[in-house]
């Protein structure tokens, strides 16, 4: 044997002594139990140093030339590890889903397609019996981060789930965070920050003083509740503490529940329900559809205070309310979703579009009866123009008796006879009269001066003439004078009438506005500041 050969044979056994060495006191070091494992896997003894930071055996850094890491505990629990099927040792056994949600923000409430969008934080715990280990066998680590999809996740969907993709949010949030996992198997799992849109029956009977329920449902989609369990215990309620508040919305209240779902010939699915009592923010609204619908209603009754003289600058203003207040019934109608419910803000709107159409046929019937021409019936007289019109405090204006009866003598004496024999038997006058007398009583009575026969003649002519243009004049005054007197009452008729409805429009707008008010809660916030 030579040189050589010796020299190999001596580095083998040095070699040898080592392993052996550190096989030993790798084994003190286990058994003792008082050995202090780093994070990086170095070893040393925490009784002589408790604060040890830098490796005291930088020799002993491996266990079967692996470090005494994270990746070694993981690498050993994942070992073997399914995650295609349930974790438990006994099929019988329930795996309980502890969920917990955190709500960040109300994002929109889409009446029309009744989805309310939110932003959530959703915490799931549970136990995987599949995932233990013993801490002291691992350097007493007791928890270890693992990404989410290397193990088994709960296919938890959103019952109520309205987003237009086809994929599982939860899921798909799941498989894209981290779980903790500890030595008894017990699993807490933190998705990301998560998007969903829930279907939201909207109730719009009080809009816009009006609160919502949503829900918010979690259950399993394959598990029966005989497998996977989804819980809601006390001390899970819904946390508030990231909140961002909502410029439209207000949270009254936001509470979890446990419930369960019975298919025919299937065993029960547990879910959890997230209830979220959310209440409108009516402000904007009361500027922009409440107020300015009081102020055309009122505008409407200011109109009926016109005279019923400018019945037609009336209908003109009635329809231009009438247009406006269509508006915004359109507008409402365009934020609501079609429901067998209307709106109190649509009662409301639909009750003055009533009125108005109501002022504005009262102006038309008025304006009407001021153009009538034919005598005022006696009912009409007394039933409107006295107890009417004593009910709307009018008195109406009497008609002038002295130039009626003034026209009318002056009409029969001019159609007698006695002005005609007059001018015969008077040959010659004089025309003198006293302050008494008519002009053509004085002109046929006070003839005396005339001896000429055809002078006589062309006086007669002369007066004849005088006297038939005296009488179409005096006719036509008394005609004038009727007609005056029927557009007088009739006058009188459509003042007391625009008053009366006047009154009843008033009332009645007043009383609706009162009754269909009363109907929304008494629990209204109302703005405390502008």
Not at 79 to 86: D, F, I, L, M, V
Not at 282 to 310: D, E, G, R
Request: glycine share 4%; proline share 5%.
């Amino acid at each position: 044997m030579d040189f050589i050969s010796y020299i190999f044979i001596f580095l083998g056994f040095e070699l040898f002594n080592k392993g052996i060495s550190r096989i030993s006191v790798l084994a003190e070091v286990t058994e003792s139990g008082k050995s202090d494992i780093n994070r990086n896997g170095f070893v040393g003894t925490a009784s002589e140093n408790p604060e040890i930071s830098e490796p005291l055996l930088p020799e002993v850094q491996t266990i079967h030339n692996h470090p005494i890491n994270e990746r070694v505990l993981v690498d050993a629990i994942l070992h073997g590890y399914q995650k295609r099927s349930r974790p438990v040792h006994r099929y019988t056994t329930v795996t309980d889903i502890d969920i917990t949600m955190w709500l960040i923000q109300i994002m929109n409430l889409e009446e029309l397609d009744q989805v309310l969008t939110s932003n959530i934080w959703l915490i799931f715990k549970w136990r995987d019996e599949l995932l233990t280990w013993n801490p002291e066998d691992f350097a007493n680590i007791t928890s270890v981060k693992i990404p989410a999809d290397e193990l088994w996740l709960p296919d938890l969907v959103i019952y109520n789930n309205a987003a237009s993709d086809k994929e599982n949010p939860i899921r798909t949030n799941m498989q894209s965070s981290w779980a903790i996992v500890t030595s008894n198997g017990d699993i807490e799992l933190w998705p990301l920050p998560l998007i969903i849109r829930t279907n939201c029956r909207i109730d719009i009977r009080y809009f816009p003083f009006d609160e919502q329920d949503c829900f918010i449902i979690i259950s399993s989609w394959a598990y029966s509740g005989n497998e996977v369990r989804p819980l809601y215990k006390d001390s899970n309620v819904v946390e508030m503490g990231k909140y961002i508040q909502s410029t439209e919305w207000d949270i009254q209240q936001a509470t979890g529940s446990q419930g369960m779902e019975v298919f025919p010939n299937l065993p029960p699915y547990y879910n959890v329900t997230f209830t979220l009592n959310i209440r409108r923010k009516p402000t904007f609204f009361i500027f922009n559809l409440i107020v300015p619908c009081a102020l055309l209603s009122a505008l409407m009754l200011f109109s009926q205070y016109l005279p019923c003289t400018c019945g037609d600058v009336k209908v003109q203003l009635g329809n231009g309310l009438f247009t406006a207040m269509c508006v915004f019934l359109m507008i409402v109608g365009t934020m609501m979703p079609p429901s067998d419910t209307v709106p109190i803000l649509g009662l409301y709107y639909g009750a003055t579009l009533a009125m108005i159409c109501l002022s504005t046929g009262v102006n038309v019937l008025v304006l009407n009866l001021r153009q009538s021409s034919s005598r005022v019936p006696k009912w009409v007289k007394v039933v409107i123009l006295q107890y009417l019109a004593y009910f709307v405090v009018y008195s109406h204006r009497k008609p002038a008796i002295g130039q009626k009866q003034a026209a009318t003598r002056l009409s029969k004496w001019l159609s007698s006879s006695e002005v005609e024999s007059s001018l015969i038997n008077h040959g010659n006058a004089t025309f003198s009269r006293s302050g008494d007398e008519s002009p053509i009583h004085a002109i046929s009575s006070q003839i005396t001066t005339i001896k000429d026969d055809q002078c006589n003649m062309e006086l007669r002519r002369s007066l004849n003439l005088i006297l038939s243009h005296l009488r179409f004049v005096t006719e036509r005054v008394a005609i004038l004078n009727d007609q005056g007197q029927l557009k007088s009452q009739w006058l009188d008729v459509a003042i007391v009438i625009d008053r009366f409805l006047m009154v009843i429009i008033t009332v009645i707008t007043l009383l609706l506005t009162g009754i269909i008010f009363q109907q929304y809660p008494k629990d209204i916030s109302m703005p405390t500041s502008l």
